[in-house]
Every structure is written in structure tokens, then in C-alpha cells.
């Protein structure tokens, strides 16, 4: 497993994220200082509504740049067997039915799907559920986690 090359691939996937939040953002504040947007009276509120999204996408963009920074801090840390699942660690899991799933926890961005060698990868942080359960454990650890009132069984097969 290069790691090297996947914190490359999420570096390249969160700057194309972060251009389209640019582009929405250029996109927001030209519909809010727009002269079509102007208030043809006191309850037009189409540029104050445009405004409010230009705000909006201004955060994404800003939240975009601090999900660059921390993955560009992250090193490519290899974990073994007997290595404590921690930020950098890509996790594989495996569930009641079989079923496979790879994760990354890592500092920031979670949710984020990409797909490396072939294989999809969900991004999770620690402040997740998931990422919260999944801290400190080994491969061969069993963990169970309730979402919305249903229980879910994972077993811990590999971390790199």
C-alpha cells in the first residue's frame, strides 16, 4: 500500500472540491451585486437572498482550505496489525453480511468518497460515530455502533 500516493489522491480530490466551491462562490457574488438582483420594492428579496448565499459559499471555501491544510500536515504513517487505529490509518472493515468497506480517518473532511487503486474509500474523522468507535482498536477488534436506532457489526480485518 503506497500511502504516499493516497494522501496524494485525497490532496488532489480535496483541491478539486475546494475550485468548486471557488467557482460557486464567483458564481453567488456575481448573482448578488448583479443589477437584476436589485429590490424592485420592499419585498423583493432576491439580492439580499443571493447575498446570503454568497456568504454561505464564502465559509465552504474557507472550510475547503483548512480541509487542504490538514491533510497537506499529514504524514504517511503505515500501521500494522498491531499498530492502535489513529489519524492516517485507511481501515478496512467488514460487516454482518460480508460486505466490505475501506475507510480513512483522517483529521478533516469526512464524508468525502474517492476511489484509489480500484478500491472506494470513504473519508471519516474521529469526531464521527464511527471514527469515535473505531480509535485505539486492532485488527481482529469487533466494534458495534448504533445508527438510528439500528445496530451495526464491523470486525477490523486490516489497517495500513
Known amino acids: 500500500m503506497r500511502k504516499d ?3 496524494e489522491t485525497i490532496i488532489a480530490a480535496l483541491e478539486e472540491v475546494h475550485q468548486v466551491a471557488v467557482n460557486a ?8 451585486t448583479d443589477d437584476e438582483s436589485k429590490a424592485e420594492n420592499k419585498y ?3 439580492g439580499i437572498e443571493a447575498a446570503y448565499l454568497a456568504h ?12 487542504l491544510a490538514a491533510f497537506k500536515k499529514l504524514s504517511a504513517q503505515h500501521f500494522t496489525d498491531e ?3 489513529a489519524i492516517g490509518a485507511l481501515i478496512i472493515l467488514e460487516d454482518s453480511q460480508n460486505t466490505h ?4 480517518l483522517g483529521p478533516a473532511a469526512g464524508g ?4 484509489f487503486d480500484d478500491q472506494p474509500i470513504t473519508l471519516i474523522t474521529a469526531s464521527a460515530p464511527l471514527g469515535k468507535m473505531l ?8 466494534i458495534s455502533l448504533n445508527i438510528a436506532g439500528a445496530d451495526s457489526h464491523y470486525e477490523v480485518v486490516a489497517v495500513y
Open 112 to 115: 468525502l468518497k474517492l476511489t
Open 44 to 46: 423583493d428579496t432576491q
Open 56 to 67: 454561505g459559499q464564502s465559509q465552504r471555501v474557507s472550510e475547503c482550505k483548512d480541509d
Open 5 to 7: 500516493l493516497l494522501l
Open 25 to 32: 462562490t464567483e458564481r453567488a457574488h456575481n448573482a448578488a
Open 135 to 142: 480509535l485505539g482498536h486492532f485488527v481482529g477488534d469487533e
Open 83 to 85: 499498530s492502535p487505529i
Open 101 to 104: 468497506q475501506c475507510l480513512f
